[in-house]
């Protein structure tokens, strides 16, 4: 149904009730019942848009990042950092140059058997607007691979960004690992065991630090009705929980959860926040009572950012030890 075709509609039955109505009152009162009909039918319409266009379509530009996306931004598509066809990121730089800007990969979520980065344009997106680069790659889905088979995928992304984005003549920019989701719990195992990006290169070090969104850091994936088949080759639960990976030198981390999330519960984010603050490293989990499981990565979109401020305290992160990591070294 197109936008011409509902306008028509709704001016047709407008004028219908004008004709047929000798009473005023009753013409403005069918007139809005009218637009309200109206709003009804564009309103399922656009939810129906969506959904098709965010979920059941993802190899497409979603919709969602198509309207909501901050703009102006450079984006490079379709970029290979491996050989597979899944080997591909996309990377959004601001409009003017900034010196030593901070690098963010961002792993989006799907129960790591679903997603297509060209979803999350809006991330990308916004974090350009701010002054950073964003990298958004795709990895290797179940049932093609099982666990650890899209974390070797997320190191050889890691790998590429450090060789062809974050080196310079006098250091490294820094980067930093940002997940949603199944996204959070593979960013916080490759902030939090070395083992992942050392067995890819073994000059990587770990990130600057870690921001999840909405993440399963703590619960069981080797037992799991929904994911126990993809994690059938871990050597053990705790190695496949963030945390229980964090060692003293770990990067700090910023995690947020949606009080009215049903999927993970807000113990992931605590334990997090506890096993990180035990060893010495600054953390801090943040709960909003107003979001679910998806509302954590939606308000990071611009109009959508007043429901919570997430993507303030996301750049304000970013920029403190960012900040911090260029005074020490």
């Given at each position: 149904?197109?936008?011409?075709?509902?306008f028509?509609?709704?001016f047709?039955?407008?004028?219908?009730l004008?004709v047929?109505?000798?009473?005023?009152?009753?013409?403005?009162n069918?007139s809005?019942?009218?637009?309200?009909?109206f709003?009804?039918?564009?309103?399922?319409y656009?939810i129906?848009?969506f959904?098709?266009?965010?979920v059941?379509k993802p190899?497409?530009?979603?919709?969602f990042s198509?309207i909501?996306?901050?703009?102006?931004?450079q984006v490079?598509r379709d970029i290979a950092?491996?050989?597979?066809s899944?080997?591909f990121?996309?990377?959004y730089r601001?409009?003017?140059?900034?010196?030593?800007?901070?690098?963010?990969?961002?792993l989006y979520?799907?129960?790591?058997?679903?997603?297509?980065?060209?979803?999350y344009?809006?991330v990308?997106?916004?974090?350009?607007?701010s002054?950073?680069?964003?990298?958004?790659?795709d990895?290797?889905?179940?049932p093609e691979?099982?666990?650890p088979?899209?974390m070797?995928?997320?190191?050889?992304a890691?790998?590429?960004?450090?060789r062809?984005?974050a080196?310079r003549?006098?250091?490294?920019?820094?980067?930093?690992?940002?997940?949603h989701s199944?996204?959070a719990h593979?960013?916080a195992?490759?902030a939090?065991?070395?083992v992942y990006?050392?067995?890819?290169n073994?000059?990587l070090g770990?990130?600057d630090g870690?921001i999840?969104?909405?993440g399963?850091?703590a619960?069981?994936?080797t037992?799991?009705?929904l994911?126990?088949?993809i994690?059938?080759?871990?050597k053990s639960?705790a190695h496949?929980?963030?945390?229980?990976?964090v060692?003293?030198?770990?990067?700090p981390a910023?995690?947020?959860?949606?009080k009215?999330?049903p999927t993970v519960?807000?113990?992931?984010a605590?334990?997090?926040r506890?096993?990180?603050i035990a060893v010495g490293?600054?953390a801090?989990?943040?709960e909003?009572e107003?979001?679910?499981?998806?509302g954590?990565l939606?308000v990071?979109a611009k109009?959508m950012?007043w429901?919570?401020?997430v993507?303030e305290q996301v750049k304000g992160?970013i920029?403190?030890?960012s900040?911090?990591?260029?005074?020490v070294?």
């Open positions: 149904m197109s936008f011409s075709i509902l028509v509609c709704l047709d039955v407008v004028g219908v004008n047929t109505s000798g009473n005023c009152h009753l013409c403005v069918s809005i019942r009218a637009f309200s009909t709003a009804c039918v564009f309103g399922c656009f129906m848009s959904f098709r266009t965010f059941a190899s497409k530009a979603s919709l198509a909501f996306a901050d703009r102006p931004v490079e950092y491996g050989r597979h899944r080997h990121l996309d990377i601001p409009i003017e140059r900034v010196k030593n800007a901070p690098i963010v990969i961002f979520g799907g129960g790591w058997d679903s997603g297509e980065r060209q979803m344009g809006f990308g997106a916004a974090l350009a607007a002054g950073f680069i964003a990298v958004i790659p990895y290797r889905l179940y691979v099982v666990y088979g899209y070797k995928d997320a190191a050889l890691y790998d590429w960004v450090v062809n984005l080196m003549a006098d250091g490294r920019s820094r980067i930093f690992v940002m997940g199944a996204g593979m960013g195992l490759l939090y065991n070395h990006l050392q067995s890819q073994p000059s770990l990130p870690f999840g969104l909405s399963p850091y619960f069981d994936p037992t799991h009705e994911s126990k088949h994690f059938v080759e871990a639960a496949v929980q963030p945390v229980h990976q060692a003293k030198g770990a990067p910023l995690m947020f959860h949606g009215k999330d519960l807000w113990p992931n605590l334990q997090m506890d096993a990180l490293t600054p801090e989990a943040i909003y107003n979001l679910d499981h998806i954590p939606l990071l109009p950012r429901r919570a401020p993507f992160f920029c403190r030890y900040s911090k990591l260029d005074q070294r």
